[in-house]
């Protein structure tokens, strides 16, 4: 799959049932690239279906030029201390799935 922030969240939005958001999610399956963040905060990462690999290691929630806010899940294993409020990185990632409450694209660390 290509790799278009601006197109996921597109098609994330104009998902108009869980069902939709499934196909959504399923197409992006795999769609992977580099985007440069701004971080906003670092939470824990929690919640259902939430891979072993994420699970209890932390979120960013970043800025990404043009695109806006996504929250990115790094995993448990990896050393997150380096991550702070107005750190500036390069980060791989892969699109994972789509906040509906905050609005915001899920990506996960390579």
């Known amino acids: ?9 597109s098609e994330f939005e104009n998902a ?9 999610k399923e197409s992006l399956s ?3 690239g580099t985007v440069e ?8 990462t929690f ?10 290691g932390n979120t960013l929630i ?3 030029a043009g ?4 929250e990115i899940r790094i995993p448990n294993s990896a050393d997150s201390n380096e991550f ?3 750190h500036e990185v390069e980060i791989p990632v892969s699109i994972a799935d789509w906040n509906a409450v905050r609005k915001r694209l899920v990506l996960e660390a390579q």
């Open 37 to 44: 963040i701004r971080v906003h905060s670092v939470e824990r």
């Open 30 to 32: 795999g769609s992977s």
């Open 16 to 24: 108009r049932t869980l069902s939709d958001r499934a196909d959504v």
């Open 47 to 56: 919640g259902i279906g939430i891979s072993e690999v994420f699970r209890g």
């Open 67 to 70: 695109v806006g806010e996504v």
């Open 62 to 64: 970043a800025k990404v």
């Open 1 to 9: 799959p290509r790799f278009s922030l601006n197109g996921a969240i």
């Open 84 to 86: 702070r409020n107005g």
